[in-house]
């Protein structure tokens, strides 16, 4: 049996304790266990003859209950973000609390819902911003130019940045944070540095690089969800012929089949340009 429980955290975070019954893991940890001694080999027998006092004697129990984990884990968070109809927005965090044999165990999940977004006046911030761009013109003039109806899109963006309300869960902004370490070590590699030297040759330090692309991490997020929310109000859509006109027009077959299968990737991106546009037409 499966139980669970939900605490609401600040910064639309929430803690999941999850309760699994002792029957449950025993039944799934014989199961394993039972497989794990089929794949034992023993000089003398042939594999899954030999007696069972034998081959248990050479099983390594903890890596057993290291795959009841695996198995038992993931259902038991599934069960519950269904049972309490819940949609996380990124992967869990998990923290085994309890697992003792003979007892139930005790579960530990923290995870991040969609942020609420206050958009505010978002199109007046923008059309102003515009309106106060426009240079001084008059028809005969040779010394000044037309006003530029489009800006640059960090303006919009940045326009826009200033305007919206929006909170984010830590654990979130913590996960961008990494996946941007990961890309900047990444990189590194490929010119042949390590990112101690690469700190060294930018005078920084991890802690500052950390702050960094924890301002950076902030801003990333808050453009995601700040045109997700614009897209869903403003019914951008993307549709499957859009799609194709792209795919279409790439040359490669290899690439174009890649294209196909990160659909859903493109998407997203394509769908993020067409709120882009939206907003640069204001």
Excluded: C
Aim: proline share 4%.
């Amino acid at each position: 049996m499966i139980t669970s429980s939900v605490k609401q955290l600040p910064k639309s975070t929430i803690e999941i304790e999850i309760q699994i019954s002792w029957d449950q893991i025993k039944s799934s940890y014989e199961k394993i266990f039972q497989t794990a001694l089929k794949e034992i080999e023993i000089e003398g027998f042939r594999k899954g003859k030999a007696p069972q006092k034998l081959t248990e004697s050479k099983i390594d129990r903890n890596k057993v209950y290291e795959e009841v984990i695996k198995e038992i884990i993931p259902k038991a968070y599934t069960k519950a973000i269904k049972d309490h109809n819940l949609t996380p927005i990124i992967s869990p965090k998990i923290d085994i609390i309890k697992a003792k044999e003979e007892q139930d165990w005790i579960v530990k999940v923290t995870v991040a819902l969609k942020p609420k977004i206050l958009l505010k006046n978002y199109q007046d911030k923008i059309r102003a911003l515009k309106q106060s761009n426009k240079k001084i013109w008059t028809p005969g003039s040779t010394n000044e130019k037309k006003p530029d109806e489009k800006l640059s899109l960090d303006k919009i963006v940045e326009a826009l940045l200033s305007e919206i309300e929006i909170e984010l869960p830590d654990i979130l902004i913590g996960e961008e944070i990494n996946r941007l370490l990961a890309s900047l070590i990444d990189q590194t590699q490929k010119l042949g540095l390590t990112i101690e030297k690469y700190l060294q040759a930018k005078g920084k330090t991890v802690e500052q690089i950390r702050a960094e692309y924890a301002q950076q991490a902030e801003k990333n997020l808050k453009i995601e969800f700040a045109l997700s929310e614009i897209a869903d109000k403003e019914n951008i859509t993307v549709t499957a012929t859009d799609l194709d006109n792209i795919i279409s027009k790439v040359e490669k077959p290899e690439e174009r089949e890649k294209l196909k299968k990160e659909s859903y990737y493109l998407a997203h991106l394509l769908r993020q340009q067409k709120t882009l546009d939206f907003l640069n037409s204001l």
